[in-house]
Nanobody, 120 residues
Framework: QGQLVESGGGLVQAGGSLRLSCAASERIERIFRIAVMNWYRQAPGKQRELVAGVTTNNSTNYADSVKGRFTISRDSAKNTVYLQMNSLKPEDTAIYYC???????????WGQGTQVTVSS
């Protein structure tokens, strides 16, 4: 039973949109509240790369490849982080993972991943 559960992946045509969600379980609610939340992705044959991150005060950062197209946000009341992906391209095809990183505790939690496939 995962402590971070992603959802929202699927198959979409180029130019389309998807919204990924990552919900933290009750077990790690306290971690979620202090964690930097990140979305990563890994395409076949490639290394996992950081896509976007959001801090507890909602500061965000993005990979250059997704700036202007993706938006990360977090809802502390729901212990959930989102990744809104617009203007999707075939090169966005990957397994997307969320991660909760709490540097002060030396802890990082990972979700199981959700597949995003963008057809041309």
């Amino acid at each position: 039973q995962g402590q971070l559960v992603e959802s929202g992946g699927g198959l979409v045509q180029a130019g389309g949109s998807l919204r990924l969600s990552c919900a933290a379980s009750e077990r790690i609610e306290r971690i979620f509240r202090i964690a930097v939340m990140n979305w990563y992705r890994q395409a076949p044959g490639k290394q996992r790369e950081l896509v976007a991150g959001v801090t507890t005060n909602n500061s965000t950062n993005y990979a250059d490849s997704v700036k202007g197209r993706f938006t990360i946000s977090r809802d502390s009341a729901k212990n959930t982080v989102y990744l809104q992906m617009n203007s999707l391209k075939p090169e966005d095809t990957a397994i997307y993972y969320c991660a909760a990183r709490a540097p002060s505790l030396g802890l990082t939690f990972w979700g199981q991943g959700t597949q995003v496939t963008v057809s041309s």
